[in-house]
């Protein structure tokens, strides 16, 4: 396992540098030739993160309420996770897709690096630069960047869901927009729900 657990390490970070070096070739090799061991490591990142969220989220350090923040944070991921690959599984095999659902679960599971990035960022820097954020030169010139970066992430995820399906489910550009048309419609829904249950402000998807 120890050995498993090891290449699904070098794998994860060879194909994140891949994501943004070569990623069109990255996902090739992914769908064809990936380990499910790599998206051990980026487990162990997402509680990294579901951690330091915990404690963003929660005024004082009480262990217990943490310990449940934590809790409801890692289910409601990997729960968003199975639905959002059951989803886009079922509509791409109607779009007559043939590739496998190992393939896509895995594929899917590296569109969670940029994700990952935005959401860590963006816990980070409401730490070191709490709202309100004023309206002087500095202020606006950290909005700018801010909205720069998340604007660059937000393609890099589209790119990304974009190699999922065409690599993953072997999908023209056509059958890809439809899946993500009527997967994008439910997951408001679902994101709606998660909003209002108090979990996502913003869905972790």
Not at 50 to 55: D, G, N, T, W, Y
Not at 100 to 106: K, N, Q
Request: net charge positive; hydrophobic share 55%.
């Amino acid at each position: 396992m120890k050995g498993h657990t090891l290449r699904g390490c070098i794998g994860f970070a060879r194909t994140t540098i891949g994501l943004v070096t070569r990623p069109y070739e990255t996902y090739r090799r992914i769908v064809n030739h990936g380990s499910l061991w790599e998206l051990v490591p980026l487990s162990v990142l997402l509680a990294c993160y579901f951690a330091i969220a915990s404690l963003v989220k929660t005024a004082a350090f009480r262990p217990f309420v943490l310990t449940k923040q934590f809790i409801i944070l890692a289910i409601s991921v990997c729960v968003t996770y199975g639905v959002t690959v059951s989803l886009l599984w079922c509509v791409a095999k109607i779009m007559k897709g043939k590739g496998t659902f190992r393939s896509l679960a895995l594929a899917w599971g590296y569109t969670l690096v940029p994700t990952l990035l935005w959401f860590l960022i963006t816990s980070l820097l409401y730490v070191l630069f709490p709202p309100p954020r004023t309206g002087r030169p500095l202020g606006i010139l950290f909005s700018a960047l801010y909205l720069s970066f998340s604007t660059v992430l937000f393609f890099w995820k589209a790119m990304l869901t974009y190699l999922t399906l065409r690599f993953g489910m072997r999908l023209d550009l056509f059958r890809i927009i439809a899946v993500c048309g009527i997967v994008g419609s439910v997951m408001v829904f679902y994101s709606l729900g998660m909003y209002h249950l108090g979990i996502f402000k913003i869905p972790f998807i």
